[in-house]
């Protein structure tokens, strides 16, 4: 069956409407760049609970959530030296549509990053933010349930590897309004594929 150029473009909105069923896209899938910034949300008016889901740094991080909306922040918490994964925490009460954001602060250092590059002591976003949906691979342990995935980069740019794995957190009731990679690549080749359909039954 042959699709035409509308055909195309309405397989492409049935597919950017389903990006949040599209889960699980870490580790951070292209190292060395900086993550796009993300628009965090709450989902419901309800708690956010985080848990922690590890680190690979040898700087000691702690994390706060924001609710920008408010404002309010709270405590600094989950030491990555120390924390177990799986270890829950109540980071606070929340109202559906606030907007959220994450900081990490780094002790070692004494820099504050954080998921609004402006707050960032170097400019730049440090949180990547993925769904975590708990079935099948990559599974994080620790009974973590599913939720947004937020992996976070300790060190500013310069010297930093940019691999977002410093400190990594579950956190429910809570959204991203940015599209998974994958999910980016297959919208942008089926906008491809549309455009050159519609081009070559314009010059035929």
């Known amino acids: 069956m042959k699709l035409n150029a509308k055909s195309l473009l309405m397989l492409a909105m049935l597919l950017a409407a389903s990006f949040p069923a599209l889960a699980d896209d870490f580790p951070y899938p292209t190292p060395g760049t900086s993550a796009p910034t993300s628009t965090i949300?709450?989902?419901a008016t309800a708690h956010v609970i985080g848990y922690f889901a590890g680190s690979s740094a040898s700087d000691t991080d702690f994390i706060s959530m924001c609710d920008v909306t408010t404002p309010f922040?709270?405590?600094?918490?989950?030491?990555?030296?120390?924390?177990?994964v799986g270890t829950s925490f109540d980071f606070g009460a929340v109202t559906a549509?606030?907007?959220?954001r994450f900081d990490l602060s780094n002790t070692t250092t004494g820099q504050l990053l954080s998921?609004?590059?402006?707050v960032s002591a170097d400019g730049i976003n440090h949180a990547y933010f993925t769904h975590y949906s708990n079935t099948g691979a990559p599974n994080l342990g620790?009974?973590?349930?599913?939720g947004i995935f937020v992996g976070m980069e300790d060190r500013p740019f310069g010297s930093s590897d940019l691999d977002y794995n410093d400190a990594q957190f579950v956190f429910t009731n809570v959204a991203t309004a940015v599209p998974e990679p994958s999910s980016v690549l297959l919208l942008s080749t089926v906008?491809?594929?549309a455009r050159r359909t519609a081009k070559r039954k314009y010059f035929t």
């Open 97 to 100: 549509g606030d907007i959220l």
């Open 115 to 118: 998921s609004a590059p402006g």
């Open 41 to 43: 949300t709450a989902m």
């Open 73 to 84: 922040c709270s405590s600094f918490t989950f030491n990555n030296q120390t924390t177990a």
């Open 191 to 193: 906008l491809w594929l």
């Open 142 to 146: 620790g009974g973590i349930p599913a």
